[in-house]
């Protein structure tokens, strides 16, 4: 299943600023005040702040804004409410604690789509495979 491209510009921003733990949510059936959760992780709060920031900019390019943002001062979780998407951006101990998505596991999950290899890796990969090949022609 391919996410649509909001829900994959939110992936996308969040990836470029190194988010793990990325999981959707559709909450459509069972909650009255949103169609879906994010949920992501960040090692710091810096990060969690540039996560945000980048998911900010990336749905503002998309004619988006968010309708209210939170907890950007202490940056630990920082929630982006688009109505009917929200963004959860925490930190693994505030995540833990809480545990939202345990709350809402009667959601459905959404695939998150695999990352792609980095352009290092596909050159390294590359590389690789030229040498193998030039090894077995030699040999």
């Known amino acids: 299943m391919n996410l649509d491209r909001r829900l994959a510009s939110v992936v996308e921003a969040a990836r470029s600023k190194k988010a793990f733990r990325i999981r959707l949510v559709d909450v459509s059936g069972i909650a009255?005040?949103?169609?879906?959760?994010?949920?992501?992780?960040?090692?710091?709060?810096?990060?969690?702040?540039?996560?945000a920031e980048a998911i900010e900019l990336a749905l503002k390019r998309e004619g988006e804004r968010p309708l209210s943002t939170e907890g950007a001062e202490n940056g630990n979780w920082i929630l982006?409410?688009?109505?009917?998407?929200i963004v959860h951006i925490m930190d693994e101990d505030t995540r833990s604690?809480?545990?939202l998505e345990g709350l809402w596991n009667s959601g459905r999950e959404l695939e998150v789509p695999a990352e792609a290899p980095s352009a290092a890796v596909q050159a390294s990969v590359a590389k690789s495979s030229v040498a193998?090949?030039?090894?077995?022609?030699?040999?």
């Not at 005040?33 to 702040?49: L, V």
């Not at 982006?80 to 998407?85: E, M």
């Not at 090949?133 to 040999?139: A, D, F, V």
């Open 132 to 139: 193998l090949l030039n090894n077995r022609s030699e040999g």
């Open 32 to 51: 009255s005040f949103t169609d879906t959760f994010a949920f992501m992780s960040g090692g710091s709060d810096r990060q969690n702040r540039a996560m």
């Open 97 to 99: 604690f809480y545990n």
């Open 80 to 85: 982006l409410d688009y109505g009917d998407l």
